[in-house]
């Protein structure tokens, strides 16, 4: 048998020496990345590359890479000749404001980012990880969709990541920021993760590009046009967030990581205020306007109540009719979810359903207490309303309210009729604490279309009609639409001075903070399409 030093005297040991030489010479060359004239083209294009996005992402120096020596094994097509290292991506994890963050950069300098099956395999692997510790992962994507040369494995390389997607949803924080193409199957891993970003100009997501719209359509357009930022910012809704350059875009990607936690077992970061918890807000009154059709900007008034008047809002371009918007109350993480009577009088339609149930299942998902400030007139009514689906869609609003553990606060902040009521989080579908200010309406409809139904007969049997109207209009908002019809009902908690909001709305959270609550035993719900 031979003897262990045998074999040393027949193949002695590398000289660590030099094996670490050559371990310093392919970390500079990796350091160096690939081709400088790709690097030219990607600045001249206005992007930056994959390391330069992931060193304004993360703390300085904090950024730790992994499977940076990773290489495809593909072969046919020339690919067994183009063997770069890193196959197209950077994988790891850093901090951001001090805590763990995982994320992948598709690097658009190798094969055009495009994914093949080695590509795919770090992007698992990082998610993975992410998933394991507990910690929130930011994809940074700018790649030319599925590595055709590598056929059907590219495409399950893609779905390996829709089924981690799906696994990590309402488990840790997922962000997508968009900032290249990001075309065909690619495209549907944003739309899975809990926040989308996007660059003006530069980036773009859609299924089929425009050659293939005008080849089955005949319809003309640019790819900004198709799935350009602004599109999915304003029309969409596929982004939340649209930036006109990459810095100030990932300074907010940094921002948001802020106010969330690191998994749905945490609470958010708490950061200690300035703002005193007892400022009254006075300048609420004048903000509001008395006459309920007069509109005015629910933003001003999240701004008067919120510390420093700071807040965050998801898809300000689009359903602007419902302001949804991240802010702190005394150092603690909200969601505020706000009719908005600057648009479309406030109403809740479809899109607007759609965009405050999803930010309400994703505050619930991640242990975000909610604030509901209530100034709604009703459904937007419409033929096409109906016929779109508007039961549907706005029953999505209704489950997500419903299904919701965290702390619920409502304030009726002027009116809140019918349906739409019910809708935005009262007292009915599970609201800990509904509060309403002394010129709060709360009813079935307004007094004037409720008195042209149920004073139908009268009015018209009267000799003179529109005094009849006027005389019961006023009855009926004496009798039913007083401010404390629905407080002597149990239905409001308490009708507050406007200038004591702030206050009463820490004081109730501070109270909802250890709140517990749990549903049923269930696979999962069925939440309406």
Known sequence: M????ELLAVAPPPDLRRSTDELKRLKKELGRGPDPEATRRQHAKGKLTAP???????????????????RHRATGFGLQ?????????VIGWGLVHGRTVFAYAHDFRVFGGALGEAHAEKIHKVMDLAEAA??????????????????VTALAGYGGIFRRNTR???VIPQISVVLGPCAGGAAYSPALTDFVFMVRGTSQMFITGPDVVQAVTGEQITQDGLGGADVHASLSGVSGFVHDDEADCLADVRYLLSLLPQNNREMPPVAPSDDPAERRTDALAALVPADPQQAYDMRAVIEEIVDDG????????WAQNVVCTFARLDGHVVGIVANQPAALAGVLDIHGSEKAARFVQTCDAFNIPLV?????PGFLPGVDQEHSGIIRHGAKLLYAYCNATVPRISLVVRKAYGGAYIVMDSRSIGADLSFAWPTNEIAVMGAEGAANVVFRRQIAASDDPDATRARLIKEYKAELMHPYYAAERGLVDDVIDPG??????????????????????????????
């Open 134 to 151: 507990g910690a929130p992962v930011v994809g940074l994507s700018d790649g030319a969709g599925a590595r055709i040369q590598e056929g």
């Open 52 to 70: 330069e996005r992931l060193e304004l992402l993360f703390d300085d120096g904090t950024f730790t890479e992994i499977e940076p020596l990773r």
């Open 372 to 376: 509901t400030l209530v100034d709604v």
């Open 2 to 5: 031979t003897t262990f030093d």
């Open 168 to 170: 990590s949803s309402g």
């Open 310 to 317: 700071e807040h965050f809002e998801v898809h300000a371009g």
């Open 81 to 89: 000749d183009r063997k770069p290292h890193g196959d197209g991506v």
């Open 500 to 529: 004591e909001t702030r206050a009463v709305l820490i004081r109730s959270l501070a109270m909802l903070r250890a709140k517990k609550a749990d549903l049923p035993e269930r696979k999962h719900g069925n939440p309406p399409m």
